[in-house]
């Protein structure tokens, strides 16, 4: 989500606040700052000036000489310039010398403006200290500033002060900001939610969005009707009547606001709806009421077979899982994720009905899915928006209307909800209940505070607390841990001091060390898409002379059943990797596209004369139609596995007699061969009808479990950020990746992740040779890591890799 500094400024009170405290007040919220954008950061040098006096130039008749009074910048100013709307007295940018500014090339009308440092110079012999700007050359054009695009130098108002610094000016010294809102924040999906919880936490006031308007009886029309005949697809739906509509642009303020969250101005109303999305978090709509037949709004599921073309162009075909809005006879828009091409504001609408509503998440995010279509409204609607902001949004967008002028805003407001009494989450504990979630102990008046701060209704009596929820909160379930995690935000995570887990006896009905191993592992599969089979441990001796292994295999060499059902049972399994095939091609014959599946299992290897050796081993097999599947999705699910339980894994060329050649590896832990993976081989697919590239894979779950640690042991959450560095080395074309980033985590310790993300092979890098590119993590143990530190890092990490593998960095 994009948030402009200036913006969070005006709801919050955060005079003198610095914004690394802002930043890190936002993160002990839960909003991580994912990137800072400088709206104009290459622009500089750039003031007002008066022009006090203009004439022609005396060797051109197109250019002037202009003399300009630029305040505490300088007097008598002589700058030439070759607009032909420049006057005396006019105010304008002037960038001086030593400014930076944009500038196209002279007869370059294909490619953009670039940045130059203005210096002083002569124009066909005549002085010239600066240049006069038109809006090009500040990088801005009219939705930023009206004028700045006009032909010719950009107008500033008279009342401006000479020497005003244009940048700040205009409003291009801002800042926006990328937060990242998770799913459980749905209340912050908007300005004024991150507005909010920056207020309760630093205890600054919060400035309220001006949601008053005045109604006009006169306006009303009581011929428009809502129905809602799916409340349980649309708890509340608010409609709300304009009429007199003028469509004009939207004022400055709004157009800049809208543009730096990534947001085209369009017209007035248009943008209304838009910034009112972007400040309270809502999606709203308006209706050409002109365009809606019989004046009516029906919420209902979508017809089998029914169609609707939205604002995009695009035809949808419709089933009984759509939810849509229709007026009299057709659909108009699909709830909650764009309206409909019929219906939409245009420059003849002249009276309108606003839309605020909230739709069920979970429906428009299958809509959203199936149809393929997804916006701005669709992306909040699938993570929450509250019944209670959907009334603040109405009269937000009203209150716009009025102020910008654009409207006679009528009395008649439709407001139908399912369940207009629904209480607010309430919870009922005590202090020492949330301090015990907590493991610190709080003080009971500072608790109470807290909550609200954060807009809690809270009853006390004694230890016993009452709390009922701000009704925009839709993440609150009603336990103690909801007021915890609320608490300690708020109160701080420094707070929390790391303990030791006290030694305890295992209980009787625990699971043991080896068996949460286990359990994890199955759940980490189930998680990345897997789905667990179980077969029997017999196999067959054509099942291995489908996967090609020569006679004097080790597989061959299996237990053979004295009494066996019939011949395709009449060996143990010495491999899972028969099974595991002919699952794929059972699926792959009955027409799934998409397959991954796993088996945990022993099998069976001969030792001498007495029981075999059962080895627990993974086996695990994969494809997806589309070529969803791949070499490195494969491998991928192995830096899973390796992640999850805290290993590296390395990997090397090997081959299989079932694999294809040029796409199989070896799986090594700590030096280790624990298993293999890869493609399998395109004869061995046709013949079991597998059309996609499938993958399969073996790990010796025995051997791999020896390298899981013992016991759990704590690791704070380090409070310095990642440094990421890119490297491109220049190797041999049989190199592996683990080869590479065995020595760099040999060399340096403080490298916490590998990640190959080109490669390279050309020309440029020489016969037999290849470029791979890496990007290196540094994570900090006990202090923050400075530039010089990581270059520190990077010169050790250079130095291991020429003495021990002879590479270079690619000049």
Request: net charge negative; hydrophobic share 35%.
């Amino acid at each position: 989500m994009y948030l402009p500094i200036s913006w969070l400024r005006e709801l919050v009170d955060l005079d003198g606040v610095s914004l690394e405290k802002i930043e890190d007040s936002l993160f002990s919220c839960g909003l991580e700052v994912e990137e800072k954008k400088p709206v104009s950061p290459d622009i500089s040098g750039v003031c007002a000036g008066i022009v006090t006096h203009i004439e022609r130039h005396p060797d051109s008749d197109h250019m002037f000489v202009c003399l300009l009074d630029c305040g505490e910048r300088g007097q008598d100013i002589q700058v030439v310039t070759g607009a032909q709307n420049v006057s005396a007295g006019d105010r304008v940018p002037v960038a001086l010398p030593g400014a930076v500014v944009y500038a196209r090339k002279k007869g370059d009308i294909d490619s953009g403006p670039e940045l130059i440092t203005i210096k002083p110079g002569k124009l066909r012999g005549v002085i010239s200290n600066g240049m006069l700007c038109s809006g090009e050359e500040l990088g801005i054009d009219d939705d930023w500033y009206d004028g700045a695009g006009v032909d010719g130098i950009m107008k500033l108002p008279g009342d401006l002060a000479p020497g005003t610094d244009v940048k700040q000016y205009l409003g291009l010294d801002d800042e926006v900001w990328d937060i990242s809102v998770t799913a459980n924040l749905p209340h912050c999906q908007c300005a004024y939610g991150v507005a909010r919880e920056l207020s309760a936490l630093l205890g600054h006031r919060l400035n309220t969005p001006d949601m008053s308007y005045r109604a006009t009886e006169a306006a009303n029309d009581d011929s428009i009707k809502v129905d809602v005949s799916a409340p349980d697809l649309c708890p509340r739906y608010i409609g709300h009547y304009v009429r007199d509509i003028k469509i004009e642009r939207s004022p400055v303020w709004m157009r800049r606001r809208l543009i730096m969250c990534g947001i085209n101005p369009i017209n007035n109303i248009v943008d209304i709806t838009n910034y009112v999305l972007l400040e309270l978090g809502q999606p709203m709509h308006a209706f050409d009421l002109s365009k809606l037949r019989g004046r009516r709004i029906v919420v209902r599921r979508a017809k089998p077979g029914e169609r609707i073309v939205t604002l995009d162009e695009k035809e949808f075909k419709l089933t009984e899982e759509n939810l849509v809005i229709c007026d009299a006879e057709r659909p108009v828009a699909l709830a909650g994720i764009m309206g409909g091409l019929d219906s939409g504001i245009s420059g003849d609408t002249c009276e309108l009905l606003f839309e605020a509503a909230k739709f069920e998440r979970g429906n428009i995010r299958r809509t959203s899915r199936a149809l393929g279509q997804s916006s701005d409204s669709s992306r909040r609607f699938e993570k929450g928006v509250d019944e209670y902001t959907t009334r603040l949004a109405m009269d937000r967008a009203l209150h716009l209307i009025e102020k910008l002028g654009c409207g006679t805003i009528s009395a008649t407001d439709l407001d139908v909800q399912a369940e207009p009494d629904k209480p607010r989450p309430r919870i009922e504990t005590t202090i020492k209940a949330i301090n015990d979630v907590l493991g610190i102990e709080i003080p009971a008046d500072t608790i109470v505070g807290i909550l609200r701060r954060l807009n809690y209704d809270i009853e006390t009596y004694g230890d016993k607390i009452t709390a009922i929820a701000p009704p925009y909160r839709l993440d609150i379930e009603g336990s103690a841990a909801d007021l915890a995690e609320d608490v300690i935000k708020i109160y701080g995570y420094e707070h929390i001091v790391p303990r030791f887990m006290p030694n305890a006896a295992i209980t009787c009905g625990g699971y043991n060390r080896e068996q949460q191993n286990t359990i994890k592992f199955k759940n980490l599969m189930c998680a990345i898409g897997f789905h667990e089979m179980m077969n029997y441990s017999f196999t067959s001796p054509a099942e291995l002379d489908m996967l090609r292994f020569p006679p004097d295999a080790p597989e061959r060499n299996a237990i053979r059943i004295s009494n066996p059902l019939s011949e395709k049972y009449s060996i143990m399994r010495t491999t899972l990797a028969p099974t595991v095939v002919r699952i794929l091609s059972h699926n792959a014959k009955r027409g799934n596209d998409s397959v991954r599946i796993y088996e945990l299992a022993n099998i069976f290897v001969p030792k001498g004369e007495g029981l075999p050796d059962e080895v627990q081993t993974v086996g695990f097999g994969m494809y997806a139609a589309g070529g969803g599947e791949s070499f490195f999705t494969a491998k991928g699910v192995l830096e899973s596995i390796a992640e999850a339980f805290r290993l590296n894994f390395a990997y090397e060329k090997t081959t299989k007699p079932y694999l294809h050649p040029g796409a199989t590896a070896k799986v090594l832990c700590r030096g280790e061969e624990i298993g293999y993976f890869g493609q399998l081989a395109y004869d061995i697919a046709e013949e079991n009808e597998i059309t996609a590239n499938a993958y399969v894979g073996e790990i010796n779950y025995r051997k791999l479990s020896e390298f899981f640690d013992s016991r759990l042991v704590y690791s704070p959450v380090m409070p310095y950020r990642d440094i990421r560095r890119d490297l491109a080395l220049v190797a041999p074309k049989d190199m592996t990746c683990g080869q590479i980033e065995e020595v760099i985590r040999t060399a340096c310790r403080e490298v916490s992740s590998i990640r190959l993300f080109d490669v390279y092979r050309g020309a440029q890098v020489g016969e037999g040779m290849k470029s791979m590119a890496f990007t290196l993590t540094f994570t900090p143990k006990d202090r923050e890591l400075m530039p010089e530190d990581v270059d520190k890092f990077i010169s050790k990490i250079l130095r291991a890799l020429e003495y021990k593998l002879g590479l270079k960095i690619r000049s």
